[in-house]
């Protein structure tokens, strides 16, 4: 049990934890002199083309993460019982991210950009029907008024406390 949570917190670290300290990094070194970057993270070369290409290898890492993510979550009682399925996890992001293998690049070159590219149109139109759903301003008031509504059910403190001061009385 104990090994499971560090295993997980481990594969949290590698698969979340380093990418996104790592794309912090990309982000702010234009704008950041060299000084706050710690030595083993700073690029060795700042030259625009690198700095493209490693936004562009992290950009493709978490466009392929978030569909393993979201791939586990929607077979997570199936995937359970999958014996060292969090090391498993573990040795995959590192093998994603990894600049030797570029297992991410492999990743979306051969499934994910294909597989995007062909239905294209069809996600734009689904994506643009439920922005435009999300925009109007009365499915939010909606939404917030059946919030209250529920809210408002709800008993107040002093009448959890009152009835169960009465309780102890009894």
Request: net charge positive.
């Given at each position: 049990?104990?090994?499971?949570?560090?295993l997980e917190l481990l594969s949290a670290a590698v698969g979340v934890g380093f990418p996104v300290y790592?794309?912090?990094?990309?982000?702010?070194?234009?704008?950041?002199?060299?000084?706050?970057?710690?030595v083993p993270f700073q690029s060795k070369d700042l030259e625009q083309e690198k700095y493209e290409k490693e936004k562009r290898q992290l950009l493709?890492?978490?466009?392929?993460?978030?569909?393993?993510t979201a791939i586990e979550r929607s077979f997570s009682s199936v995937l359970r019982w999958i014996p060292f399925l969090t090391p498993i996890k573990i040795v995959l992001w590192i093998w994603?991210?990894?600049?030797?293998?570029?297992?991410?690049?492999?990743?979306?070159?051969?499934?994910?950009?294909?597989?995007?590219?062909?239905?294209k149109t069809?996600?734009?139109?689904?994506?643009?029907a439920v922005g435009s759903?999300?925009?109007?301003?009365?499915?939010?008031?909606?939404?917030?008024?059946?919030?209250?509504a529920f809210l408002s059910k709800l008993p107040a403190a002093e009448e959890v406390t009152d009835k169960s001061s009465d309780s102890k009385k009894d």
């Open positions: 049990m104990i090994l499971n949570a560090g790592k794309t912090f990094l990309l982000l702010e070194l234009p704008t950041k002199t060299k000084r706050f970057i710690p493709i890492y978490w466009s392929v993460y978030g569909c393993i994603l991210l990894h600049p030797k293998t570029l297992g991410a690049e492999y990743i979306y070159e051969e499934y994910l950009k294909p597989f995007l590219t062909q239905y069809p996600i734009h139109k689904f994506l643009g759903k999300l925009s109007d301003d009365s499915l939010i008031t909606k939404g917030w008024n059946i919030i209250r």
